[in-house]
């Protein structure tokens, strides 16, 4: 998508109101670490740390459509305990959201639980009813819809087979797309699409429309042949399959297929990445923009989503990020400033994921370097390496130096696979830099002491460990430069 027209559509996007229906549930991340195996069973012991949760289902929906700049009225079905109680606090908490909730007695809310150490989910354990709601819950829950509806500019359903979805709500999503003229949108599990009726666009992935089609999904003519087919067994005005890695193909009734393929990603965690994109598919669309750039915006939001951990949200300035990322180099879009360095550290944090920082010049990259940067990779999950400005270096190595400017030595090693962000500084010491991402793991080479390395005492301060590396013998940028000189003072 061209940048000027993302940023003028995420404008139009903040002016927008849509609805959100189906399944809402909480989504629950315990983190720990994992040292051993357990003496009782082979499985691994996980040394509970932190937990975060969150709105998910139809909410992760709601959460990813305020993320983005939008309101949203959500309906679902919540139980009457303490998870339900939870979920709503947390709807409280949302200022651009508006919960048209009830409370069944008796039915527990859905809460997915899922175990992670070391960014991996270990398990998932789901405390659900899938039984269908009782008929004073289905009025009501129908009528949810009809007040969640109104003057919205689409109305999203988030169908997970938790039974908060029945013909009643799906009709009453229909009736109210019909009053205020929104597109009524279905991301459903279920494993039929007649039920959808006249939706104005179902959004499969490829293994729900190969089960609906029987047929392969594997290729785009694949992908295509069974787009067509599924629109014969339905009414739906268009089928958006969403195809993980190899991005989305849409098909409207009377058209042929399009296919959308985006920039490849660092896949980290697919959990809610399906919300994310129906978040931002319903909010383009109810924004006036066409299917085609609905789905771009779709597809571009959800790429953002997997390379964070649990179901979260992406906000307009990070799909700015992403595809201003896009246009560079690899090596360049690990190029951060300080306040950026210290919004992915902390989001990486947020992640579970151990933050590791080094600094220095290097100024001409040898064996020694490459060496050392592994051994600090390998003590943390993600690695910051902060670089001296050419200013800094002049005043700490003297004239002549540095050999090779900031920018030269910052791609150098944003291309190296160990080094996830590189972050400039200019003073002479990177403790501001230190203070701003707050690494976990603070390492230097062995050549220093505890003592003398600087922003040791303030990482430990917040429970950060300090990491000596050892180096290669023989090799220093200094020791190189000698050699250049001598060879051509020789000539």
């Known amino acids: 998508m061209d940048l000027s027209a993302l940023q003028s559509l995420l404008g139009d996007i903040g002016k927008a109101r849509v609805a959100c229906v189906g399944d809402v549930m909480v989504d629950r991340f315990v983190y720990g670490e994992v040292g051993r195996t357990s003496p009782e069973a082979p499985v691994a012991v996980l040394a509970r740390g932190r937990e975060a949760s969150m709105l998910g289902g139809a909410g992760n929906v ?3 459509v ?21 979920a709503l606090r947390m709807l409280g908490a949302e200022p651009r959201m508006e919960g048209h909730l009830i409370s069944v007695a008796g039915r527990p809310t859905t809460v997915k639980t899922r175990y992670v150490a070391g960014g991996q989910q270990l398990l998932r354990v789901d405390a659900e009813e899938l039984s269908p709601l009782d008929a004073l819950s289905k009025a009501k829950m129908a009528g949810a819809v009809r007040h969640a509806g109104m003057d919205a500019g689409a109305i999203l359903l988030s169908d997970y087979g938790k039974g908060a979805v029945d013909d009643g709500v799906i009709a009453a999503c229909l009736e109210a797309a019909r009053a205020s003229g929104a597109p009524l949108i279905v991301d459903s599990k279920a494993r039929g699409l007649q039920r959808y009726a006249k939706a104005a666009l179902l959004k499969p992935n490829a293994a729900e429309l190969a089960h609906v089609t029987d047929m392969p999904t594997e290729t785009d003519d694949q992908v295509e042949a069974a787009l067509a087919h599924a629109l014969t067994l339905c009414e739906a005005g ?13 098909m409207r009734r009377g058209n042929s297929a399009l296919h959308f393929h985006g920039s490849a990603r660092e896949v980290f965690d697919v959990s809610g990445a399906g919300d994310t994109a129906l978040a931002a598919l319903g909010l383009a669309l109810a924004s006036g923009a066409s299917y085609e750039t609905a789905v771009e915006l779709a597809l571009l939001a959800s790429g953002v989503a997997v390379g964070k951990s649990g179901t979260a949200v992406v906000t307009p300035e990070e ?3 992403a595809e201003l990322a896009a246009r560079l180099a690899p090596a360049e879009a690990k190029i951060a400033t300080l306040e950026r360095a210290a919004q ?11 933050v590791g920082f080094t600094n220095g010049c290097f100024d001409i990259l040898h064996r020694g370097h490459i060496t050392y940067l592994a051994q600090a990779r390998a003590w943390c999950d993600r690695l910051i390496v902060g670089v001296n400005s050419d200013a800094s270096v002049r005043r700490l190595k003297g004239d002549g130096r540095p050999v090779n400017d900031l920018e030269s030595r910052a791609v150098v090693l944003g291309g190296l696979s160990h080094v996830d962000l590189v972050a400039p500084f200019a003073e002479d010491t990177p403790l501001s830099l230190i203070a701003a991402v707050k690494p976990d793991v603070l390492i230097k080479g062995a050549d220093y002491t505890e003592a003398t390395v600087v922003g040791a005492a303030e990482v430990k301060s917040w429970g950060g460990a300090v990491m000596l590396a050892p180096l290669v013998e023989g090799y220093s940028t200094t020791a190189a430069i000698e050699r250049m000189t001598k060879a051509d003072s020789e000539r």
Do not use: F
Not at 66 to 85: N, Q
Not at 238 to 250: E, F, Q, W, Y
Not at 346 to 353: E, S
């Open 344 to 354: 992915l550290a902390a989001g990486w944090r947020a992640q579970g994921l151990k």
């Open 319 to 321: 799909l700015i990020e």
């Open 238 to 250: 268009a089928i958006l399959v969403t195809r993980a890695a190899k991005g989305m193909s849409l």
């Open 62 to 64: 709601a959460r990813n």
């Open 66 to 86: 305020a993320a983005l700049g939008g309101t949203v009225a959500l309906a679902g079905v919540l139980g009457d305990d303490a998870a339900g109680s939870e």
